[in-house]
């Protein structure tokens, strides 16, 4: 079953506690991205990656980290988390090049609360 | 750079009524995708539709449907009939056809509330 997965689905976690979201899918596509939504703000792009080894910021980049050294895996890292990341967070995945109509495949969604 | 416009942000209505959600969007792509997902209140995004620039005909899927007028910008979503299962939110995004375009920008969203 094609799917994208994260973990953990719920955290609550402390100001400055180093954190990592997990993200890994199993359809070997090119593209990854994160994404947070926040009330009345929509989801917002956080960082994405075009393939291995290749990432780049988003819109709110800010206080966060990612790495690519695998095609099925896209962490996201927190080194000292703030309130301010207090958010639901999405991956997501989709094949690139030409066809950039693919079907974009979503993660169940991370909570992370900051205290 | 891309943008979504969605102005609405809540929307009551009684069960059985008819509701449209606007989307209006911004892009210099001549090659572009707009889809419409759903966030029920588990938090899952569900996807509902794409449509890709050059097909502007619309779309009906039982009871919902679609309206894609390129010369307007916009992509709006009618709800037929609606049902207390509708209650959501909705959102509308646009990806262009390259590189940084390529991601998914989404609106802000729109609250629909369906009341028995």
């Known amino acids: 079953e094609a799917q994208v997965t994260q973990n953990p689905r719920y955290l609550i976690t402390v100001t400055g506690k180093k954190l990592t979201v997990t993200c890994s899918q199993n359809m070997n596509h090119e593209y990854m991205s994160w994404y947070r939504q926040d009330p009345g703000l929509g989801l917002r792009q956080i960082y994405y990656s075009m393939n291995v080894e290749v990432t780049d910021k988003g819109d709110v980049p800010e206080g966060y980290k990612v790495s690519r050294k695998e095609k099925r895996n896209f962490p996201l890292i927190l080194e000292s988390p703030s309130p301010n990341q207090t958010s639901l967070y999405f991956c997501?995945?989709?094949?690139?090049?030409?066809?950039?109509?693919?079907?974009?495949?979503f993660g169940e969604g991370s909570w992370l609360t900051v205290v | 750079a891309q943008k979504v416009t969605q102005a609405q942000t809540e929307i009551s209505v009684v069960e059985k009524e008819d509701v449209t959600l606007d989307c209006v969007y911004e892009?210099?792509?001549?090659?572009?995708?707009l889809f419409w997902y759903k966030q029920p209140p588990s938090g899952e995004l569900v996807f509902l539709i794409r449509r890709n620039s050059f097909d502007e005909q619309n779309e009906i899927s039982g009871r919902y449907s679609w309206n894609f007028q390129k010369s307007t910008s916009s992509f709006n979503f009618t709800i037929t009939a609606s049902q207390v299962v509708d209650s959501a939110v909705y959102f509308c995004?646009?990806?262009?056809?390259?590189?940084?375009?390529?991601?998914?920008?989404f609106g802000k969203g729109i609250t629909l509330s369906v009341r028995p």
């Open positions: 995004a646009l990806r262009g056809y390259t590189g940084a375009n390529s991601k998914l920008t």
């Open positions: 892009t210099r792509d001549t090659t572009y995708y």
């Open positions: 997501a995945s989709t094949k690139t090049g030409l066809h950039s109509g693919n079907t974009i495949y």
